[in-house]
T-cell receptor, first 115, second 113 residues
Framework: DADVTQTPRNRITKTGKRIMLECSQT?????MYWYRQDPGLGLRLIYY???????NKGEISDGYSVSRQAQAKFSLSLESAIPNQTALYFC??????????????FGPGTRLTVL | QKEVEQDPGPLSVPEGAIVSLNCTYS??????FMWYRQYSRKGPELLMY????GNKEDGRFTAQVDKSSKYISLFIRDSQPSDSATYLC?????????????FGRGTQLTVWP
């Protein structure tokens, strides 16, 4: 079984709809991240969480919100989706005690299209 | 200017070629340098990492860091079609308790038989 899972894997929605992307992990890691990936722009950090009580904004948090329901679950919401939020979204986890390079383990991604 | 710059390519080479992938950066506080590999329709996975300057070799892969030039490289020897993927460089500063990684845009590599 995959250590980091994301649901749904693909989603097409309309402008103005509320969307939730979910991430679950079985690695036991405290740190979790949400990124979006756009062609030519690479990975950009949306939000990150170091434990259930700690949520931090990344470089592009406007238009997004998150919820850390448990150590293993981290959800990303788009309150009112817009077309420029069409992208590939990745969840990742890391263990702060594993090494200074902070290896991150990524899920398979969610491809979101906003029409 | 982004903190990490990487030419997105695409790069197309024949099997057996030596591949050179590069990134430049502006933040002199970066001490950890990593390369992630991302296959189509998959999430990135850590391929190699180095700390501070120097070289690190792992099979057909060599990672180099030149901190004086703020330049890192990944070399792939005897490239194989299975190496076809997007390669992302990533960096982190030693003092950061936040552990945030800064990624390059990724270089798309195709190795044809």
């Amino acid at each position: 079984d995959a250590d980091v899972t994301q649901t749904p894997r693909n989603r097409i929605t309309k402008t103005g709809k509320r969307i939730m992307l979910e991430c679950s992990q079985t690695k036991g890691h405290d740190r979790m991240y949400w990124y979006r990936q756009d062609p030519g722009l690479g990975l950009r950090l949306i939000y990150y969480s170091f434990d259930v009580k700690d949520i931090n904004k990344g470089e592009i948090s406007d238009g997004y919100s998150v919820s850390r329901q448990a150590q293993a679950k981290f959800s990303l919401s788009l309150e009112s989706a817009i077309p420029n939020q069409t992208a590939l979204y990745f969840c990742a986890t890391s263990d702060p005690l594993a090494g200074g390079y902070n290896e991150q383990f990524f899920g398979p991604g969610t491809r979101l299209t906003v029409l | 200017q982004k903190e990490v710059e990487q030419d997105p390519g695409p790069l197309s080479v024949p099997e057996g070629a030596i591949v050179s992938l590069n990134c430049t950066y502006s933040n002199s506080a970066f001490q950890y340098f990593m390369w992630y590999r991302q296959y189509s329709r998959k999430g990135p996975e850590l391929l190699m990492y180095t700390y501070s300057s120097g070289n690190k070799e792992d099979g057909r892969f060599t990672a180099q860091v030149d901190k004086s030039s703020k330049y890192i490289s990944l070399f792939i020897r005897d490239s194989q079609p299975s190496d076809s993927a997007t390669y992302l460089c990533a960096m982190k500063d030693r003092g950061s308790t936040l552990g945030r990684l800064y990624f390059g845009r990724g270089t798309q590599l195709t190795v044809w038989p």
